[in-house]
T-cell receptor, first 116, second 112 residues
């Protein structure tokens, strides 16, 4: 398996521009997560989906952020308009939710976003 | 307020010695705890987990201990190796949910 695939790996943009981050989860996984890593806040959950349905988006910072999962093999995280404080590494992760058990998440390599 | 706390941002250990990474939590509804390791420019990778009904889980050089009364868990690495140098994240799962809540991480440096 190729693992969780994220693109782009690096994105540099100017304030006010739209940014779209993409994620392909592991085939067969039914849960998908978006996390953001910053020095100040560590790894924080933004939103997660079960069976393509958003379950908890309480971590999404504000209306400038939106996430979609149109099918089981693709998700996007969009920031519009972007601001310098959005600069961070954004991780996508997926898991196979089976009720009980540790629910191990498999992470992608991340997308490093820099907003100038 | 952070529900999962890793109060030591960094830890330095000599090769061959024991590394002990600590984690505290506040939510008594957590039913699983996990440790992840992260190298630079890579995503976190799963290391070891423990159920809230256990107090110890061991996998090779890695052992996780859970003290529910103190709401504290620790990861022991014995013996430590230079390749263990990475950021270690403690994570917890709420039994009502699916997502993991992470601490801020501890950077472990193992010198040879």
């Amino acid at each position: 398996d190729a693992g969780v695939i994220q693109s782009p790996r690096h994105e540099v943009t100017e304030m006010g521009q739209e940014v779209t981050l993409r994620c392909k989860p592991i085939s067969g996984h039914n849960s998908l997560f978006w996390y953001r890593q910053t020095m100040m806040r560590g790894l924080e959950l933004l939103i997660y989906f079960n069976n393509n349905v958003p379950i908890d988006d309480s971590g999404m910072p504000e209306d400038r952020f939106s996430a979609k999962m149109p099918n089981a093999s693709f998700s996007t995280l969009k920031i519009q308009p972007s601001e310098p404080r959005d600069s961070a590494v954004y991780f996508c992760a997926s898991s196979l939710r089976q009720g009980s058990g540790a629910n191990v998440l498999t992470f992608g390599a991340g997308s490093r976003l820099t907003v100038l | 307020d952070q529900q999962v706390k890793q109060n030591s941002p960094s830890l330095s250990v000599q090769e061959g010695r024991i590394s002990i990474l600590n984690c505290d939590y506040t939510n008594s509804m957590f039913d699983y705890f996990l440790w992840y390791k992260k190298y630079p420019a890579e995503g976190p990778t799963f290391l070891i987990s423990i159920s809230s009904i256990k107090d110890k889980n061991e996998d090779g050089r890695f052992t996780v201990f859970l003290n529910k009364s103190a709401k504290h868990l620790s990861l022991h690495i014995v013996p430590s190796q230079p390749g263990d140098s990475a950021v270690y994240f403690c994570a917890a799962r709420n039994q009502a949910g699916t997502a993991l809540i992470f601490g801020k991480g501890t950077t472990l440096s193992v010198s040879s």
